[in-house]
């Protein structure tokens, strides 16, 4: 069992929360407090190279309407492979670390922090797969995705370049995502809560999913995108496999357009940015032991959400604090020369 793990695939009905041991495990979490439209997001990706000299970690936090990124490379990191869990460098003062488990976040890099409890949670419900579904059985992919907490409620603190920020109250989601690359040439992701309803929860994530060796340069390459959507009065619909619930995603720079159908769900969401610069997020380059731009991440967009259900209207909501997000490399490399090396937006 532990070898087949190690290959990033869990069969039905295990758990994929525990670290599986590929090169890179990554843990977010993202915050939203409507009454003052302020979003916070937490990151940590625990990175493990090739020649065994060791874990690093890339670890970063961004806010809204703060316009504040602080990101570092830290040695030193442990993914937990029993439980949900993950640590990063010395807690010591004045040292960048993260420390978290389903309970409980504290992360510090920088001149920012946040060290929050997490209660109330509206877990991923769903017992025989994870986010990918059943991509989640299949071995060696480079990226794995799993949404595992749909809602709950923040209660702590957030340090924003000295500034204390109470947290009483905050929505929270939080997903973790692994895999034997990295992550994909090129993908498409966004969250939102905020909704009138606080309960409903919105998440997708697409991109180029590459399996087995390698043949004449090429792999083994498929283009997926799952979209899960948690409404207000209990079901939790999940679409995305490519025969029996499939989604389209058309994105651009600045517009990101789902459409997704099962026997039974359709679900149509339409998103823009806003207009914002957005920041650039650094992604790791395991082996080479140091962060890239590789993610242009809106906190703080807008989002149309419309769900039916056998054909008939079943939800309609709206969100203004919607993170939207393109990755790429090259994409981001650009975006980053053009604001002169800043990775914060330029109004």
Same mark, same amino acid.
């Given at each position: 069992?532990?070898r $087949?793990?190690a290959t990033?695939? +869990? ?9 599986h041991?590929?090169s890179?495990?990554?843990?977010f979490?993202?915050?939203?407090c ?5 979003v916070?997001?937490a990151l940590?990706?625990?990175?493990t190279? *090739?020649?065994g000299a060791g874990?690093?970690a890339?670890v ?8 504040? #990124?602080?990101t570092?490379?830290?040695?030193g ?8 869990? =993950?640590?990063v460098g010395?807690?010591q ?6 420390v978290a488990?389903?309970e409980?976040?504290?992360?510090? =890099? !920088?001149d920012?922090? #946040?060290?929050? +409890?997490v209660?109330?949670h ?5 017992r025989r797969?994870?986010? *990918? *579904?059943?991509f ?7 990226? $794995?995705?799993?949404?595992w907490?749909?809602?709950?409620r923040?209660h ?7 500034? =204390?920020?109470r947290?009483d109250?905050?929505? =929270? $989601?939080?997903?973790?995502n ?6 994909p040439a ?6 939102a809560q ?5 309960e409903t929860?919105v998440?997708f994530?697409g991109?180029?999913? %590459? ?5 004449g340069?090429r792999?083994?390459a498929?283009?997926? %995108?799952?979209l899960?959507v948690?409404?207000?009065? !209990?079901p939790?619909?999940?679409l995305g496999n490519?025969v029996?619930?499939p989604?389209?995603?058309e %994105?651009?720079?600045?517009?990101w357009?789902? *459409?997704?159908?099962?026997?039974r769900?359709?679900?149509?969401i ?17 082996d ?6 590789g993610? #242009?991440e809106?906190?703080?967009g807008?989002?149309? #959400? ?23 490399r +090259? ?7 053009a604001r002169g090396g +800043?990775?914060?937006?330029i109004?």
């Open positions: 069992m532990s $087949y793990r990033g695939a +869990d069969l039905p009905f295990s758990d994929p929360l525990p670290a041991g590929v890179m495990e990554g843990y979490w993202r915050l939203t409507p009454a003052t439209s302020r916070i997001i940590v990706g625990v990175n190279p *090739s020649d874990s690093w890339t970063g936090i961004a806010t809204e309407p703060e316009e504040v #990124l602080a570092s490379e830290v040695a990191a442990w993914a937990d492979p029993v439980r949900f869990g =993950v640590q010395t807690s003062p004045g040292r960048d670390h993260v488990d389903t409980h976040v504290s992360f510090a =890099v !920088g920012c922090g #946040l060290d929050i +409890d209660t109330d509206r877990p991923w419900p769903r797969f994870g986010g *990918s *579904s059943y989640q059985v299949v071995p060696g992919l480079n990226q $794995y995705w799993h949404p907490l749909l809602g709950g923040a702590g603190t957030a340090r924003i370049n000295g500034e =204390v920020i947290i109250g905050w929505q =929270v $989601y939080a997903e973790k692994w895999g034997r690359g990295g992550f090129a993908w498409w992701w966004g969250q905020g909704f009138a309803e606080p929860c998440a994530a991109g180029i999913v %590459t399996a087995g060796p390698s043949i340069g792999q083994a498929v283009e997926v %995108t799952g899960v948690a409404l207000p009065d !209990g939790v619909i999940r490519p029996t619930s989604v389209r995603a %994105t651009s720079k600045g517009h357009q789902l *459409s997704g159908r099962s026997a769900w359709q679900v149509e339409a998103a823009t940015d806003g207009e914002q610069a957005g920041f650039v997020l650094p992604v790791p380059l395991v080479d032991r140091r962060n890239a731009p993610a #242009l809106h906190l703080a807008h989002m149309r #959400l419309a769900v039916f259900e056998r054909g008939r209207p079943r939800y309609r909501g709206e969100s203004q604090l919607a993170g939207l997000e393109l990755g790429g +090259d994409m981001c490399e650009a975006e980053l020369a +800043d990775p914060r937006p109004r």
